[in-house]
């Protein structure tokens, strides 16, 4: 059976800081890791990773992927009160794209 | 609006009655996805259908449960006799056929069993 974790659940930071977050995962023929983050309503699709190693950036967010050691990290530089909410790692198996999720990181940034 | 719709946003119903969810996919994704979402958990595979054939079911799937995508373009999601369990987000998510740059979701129907 496919599996997520991800690490910290939870987490309380500061405007300006930087935050690492962790998801290590066990996937039957991995097709993809993706990262969403979730207000209070439907997930948003953050970053789909496929191959080791590559950075995928956008703005202040960043994830890479580490198939050997079967883990990405979700990195937030500079962070923002609008930057709270709950982050998503999720694994895609090989053939239905269906979705195998973590619990989530809440995160939440304080003025 | 050219994303994944579902209606109601909001359903609050009576142990016992039965309720349908609709979501409405992206129109040229030929693959439909439904997820349930509880308190502090990330959300649950539970059906897919790629065109109008259901191709997949979780175990979470109950016999009270039942989807539909007549056609291969809307979806319906019917729980019979609800539960308190039945209680969650039920999301709905789309994504063409040849996979693509993640998933997009529909805003959700969130259910409160009473």
């Known amino acids: 059976e496919d599996k997520v974790v991800q690490s910290p659940l939870s987490l309380v930071v500061h405007e300006g800081d930087t935050v690492t977050l962790n998801c290590s995962y066990e996937?039957?023929?991995?097709?993809?890791l993706l990262w969403y983050k979730q207000e209070k309503k439907a997930p948003t699709f953050l970053f789909m990773l496929t191959s080791s190693g590559i950075e995928k950036k956008s703005g202040r967010l960043s994830s890479i992927l580490d198939k050997k050691e079967l883990f990405s990290i979700l990195n937030i530089t500079a962070t923002q009160t609008g930057d709270s909410a709950i982050y998503l790692c999720?694994?895609?198996?090989?053939?239905?794209?269906?979705?195998?999720f973590g619990k989530g990181t809440k995160l939440s940034v304080i003025p | 609006d050219t994303g994944v719709s579902q209606d109601p946003r909001h359903k609050i119903t009576k142990r016992g009655q039965n309720v349908t969810f609709r979501c409405d996919p992206i129109s040229e994704h030929n693959r439909l996805y439904w997820y349930r979402q509880t308190l502090g958990q990330g959300p649950e595979f539970l059906t897919y259908?790629?065109?109008?054939?259901?191709?997949?079911k979780s175990r979470l799937l109950s016999d009270r449960f039942s989807a539909e995508r007549p056609k291969g373009s809307f979806s319906t999601l019917e729980i019979q006799r609800t539960e308190q369990g039945d209680s969650a987000m039920y999301l709905c998510?789309?994504?063409?056929?040849?996979?693509?740059?993640?998933?997009?979701f529909g805003s959700g129907t969130r259910l409160t069993v009473v």
């Open positions: 996937v039957t023929n991995f097709r993809s």
């Open positions: 998510a789309s994504i063409p056929w040849q996979g693509g740059d993640g998933y997009t």
């Open positions: 259908f790629q065109n109008e054939a259901q191709l997949e």
């Open positions: 999720a694994v895609a198996g090989a053939g239905s794209y269906q979705l195998t």
